[in-house]
């Protein structure tokens, strides 16, 4: 029943913005954990953002501070991430999860292995 959907992804050029969407079905995002991860080729995978709404906490990687923004709707339904100024290193495939605990998105970061429940991802390609 829980079920999470990624949209959003596609092809730019670097320099360009997409804004990445994630969708909940059975469950709602108050009082969860909500992380974007990314996977490039022959690259393990790595967290990007996250976001708490319970203690209004988001966090980032440096790699995409100043570039990237994480926000939640206030249905608690969707979570988007607005990426701008991309570049060909942003190329990879990205995922959202959900964590049934709100702590585990904290000054402490965010691992893999805290999160229980994760979309089919969504491709992103960035063109030089």
């Known amino acids: 029943e829980v079920q999470l959907v990624e949209s959003g992804g596609g092809l730019v050029q670097a320099g360009g913005s997409l804004r990445l969407s994630c969708a909940a079905s059975?469950?709602?995002?108050?009082?969860?954990?909500i992380g974007w991860f990314r996977q490039a080729p022959g690259k393990e995978r790595e967290g990007v953002s996250c976001i708490s709404t319970s203690d209004s906490y988001v966090y980032y990687v440096d790699s995409v501070k100043g570039r990237f923004t994480i926000s939640s709707g206030n249905d608690k339904k969707t979570v988007y991430l607005q990426m701008n100024s991309l570049n060909p290193e942003d190329t990879a495939v990205y995922y959202c999860?959900?964590?049934?605990?709100?702590?585990?998105?904290?000054?402490?970061?965010?691992?893999?292995?805290?999160?229980?429940?994760w979309g089919q991802g969504t491709q992103v390609t960035v063109s030089a």
């Open positions: 059975g469950f709602t995002f108050d009082d969860y954990a």
């Open positions: 999860a959900a964590s049934r605990h709100f702590y585990y998105c904290s000054g402490s970061g965010f691992v893999l292995a805290d999160y229980d429940y």
